[in-house]
């Protein structure tokens, strides 16, 4: 049992902080000089929708997982860099999975390689967010 929420891909189990209001998720992980190792942020969106995400004001490189509402992995954007110092917000790349998506989790770079994560695996979310959300 987990006391907080956690989201677990195949084996790997990731404690999340959550992105549920519109202003958490515009923040996401902006600012932030880093993020503890098996970690991430899970961006919760009430219906499933085609997805942008961007990486304004980011500090470190990341592992975007898109999950459907279905819970089910749809794609990993692996290695997400840094955009460059002092690009303007407009010129920052978009990066959005093929498909519609209900969930985003953003964990730090390389960790979704080293875990063997995959389009198609099951998703589950864990302790207060279990069932919550459909996952």
């Known amino acids: 049992m987990y006391s907080g929420p956690a989201v677990r891909i195949r084996d790997s189990v990731f404690p999340v902080e959550l992105a549920i209001e519109s202003s958490d998720r515009r923040q996401g992980l902006s600012d932030r000089p880093s993020l503890d190792q098996g970690t991430g942020m899970l961006f919760i969106f009430e219906e499933a929708q ?3 995400f ?13 999950i459907d509402a279905e819970c089910r992995l749809v794609d990993i954007f692996r290695h997400v860099p840094v955009p460059p110092p002092g690009i303007d917000d407009s010129d920052l790349p978009r990066y959005g999975p093929g498909a519609d998506v209900r969930f985003v989790l953003e964990i730090n770079a390389g960790e ?12 589950e979310f864990l302790g207060p967010i279990d069932g919550k959300y459909g996952c």
């Open 112 to 123: 979704s390689v080293r875990v063997g994560l995959n389009a198609g695996d099951g998703v």
């Open 54 to 66: 961007w990486m304004r004001n980011m500090q470190f490189p990341l592992d975007m997982i898109w």
């Open 50 to 52: 085609s997805l942008n």
